[in-house]
Nanobody
């Protein structure tokens, strides 16, 4: 079973950038599709981005709108989320998730503990 640990969150001013990392252990990383999700206070968790084992990516258009980029380095067992042009509404706990099924729309069974991102205006 894979374990996931996010890092890279913090406080940033609007318009700034952050890069989140998610380190995986306990499984064969290249077997997993990876996703990023976020949950703001009082709101449901929402999908941000997805990447297959070989780098095919999909994004939530409404959330990302060209500002975020998901990537992975299989040799480092790590997936990243580069976030640019951050807005106060991007403030949330960001979670990474893993699944062996590479398809979109399939539930992620494995989750990290989350990392807080706060964007000040």
């Amino acid at each position: 079973q894979v374990q996931l640990v996010e890092s890279g969150g913090g406080l940033v001013q609007a318009g700034g950038s952050l890069r989140l990392s998610c380190a995986a252990s306990g499984g064969t990383f290249r077997n997993y599709a990876m996703g990023w999700f976020r949950q703001a206070p009082g709101k449901d968790r929402e999908f941000v981005a997805h990447i297959t084992w070989n780098g095919f990516t999909q994004y939530s258009t409404e959330t990302v709108k060209g500002r975020f980029t998901i990537s992975r380095i299989n040799a480092k067992n790590t997936v990243y989320l580069q976030m640019n042009s951050l807005k106060p509404e991007d403030t949330a706990v960001y979670y990474c998730a893993a699944k062996t099924d590479q398809r979109m729309g399939v539930t992620y069974p494995y989750w990290g503990q989350g990392t807080q991102v706060t964007v000040s205006s």
